[in-house]
Nanobody
Framework: QVQLVESGGGLVQPGNSLRLSCAASERTISSYTMGWFRQAPGKEQEFVAAISWNGGSTLYARSVKGRFTISRDNAENLVYLQLNNLTPEDTATYYC????????????????WGQGTQVTVSS
């Protein structure tokens, strides 16, 4: 069992940045692809980014590529999502998740999920 806890969300103005963290406990995440998903009110959950087990490969949704960066620290059992140049369209609850499927963008393949952290971008 892997327990994931996200943190770092908040209210920011457009153009600003946030760094989300995902801490894993109970079990190491070093063998899992880790992903970030988000869900805005009234919208379906969408893939944001994924990182391979060793951090060697990453994948991003087109809407965030060039603005968001996913990274991981397996020694500390942490995954990060750096969010730069935020826009109101990035407002959502952001979820961290773990999967055995390499660089999966499909939520149903992710076995473990956190509770989410809210990001609100507004002036």
């Amino acid at each position: 069992q892997v327990q994931l806890v996200e943190s770092g969300g908040g209210l920011v103005q457009p153009g600003n940045s946030l760094r989300l963290s995902c801490a894993a406990s109970e079990r190491t995440i070093s063998s899992y692809t880790m992903g970030w998903f988000r869900q805005a009110p009234g919208k379906e959950q969408e893939f944001v980014a994924a990182i391979s087990w060793n951090g060697g490969s990453t994948l991003y949704a087109r809407s965030v590529k060039g603005r968001f960066t996913i990274s991981r620290d397996n020694a500390e059992n942490l995954v990060y999502l750096q969010l730069n140049n935020l826009t109101p369209e990035d407002t959502a609850t952001y979820y961290c998740a773990a999967t055995n499927v390499e660089l999966s963008t499909t939520s149903r393949t992710y076995k473990y999920w956190g509770q989410g952290t809210q990001v609100t971008v507004s002036s």
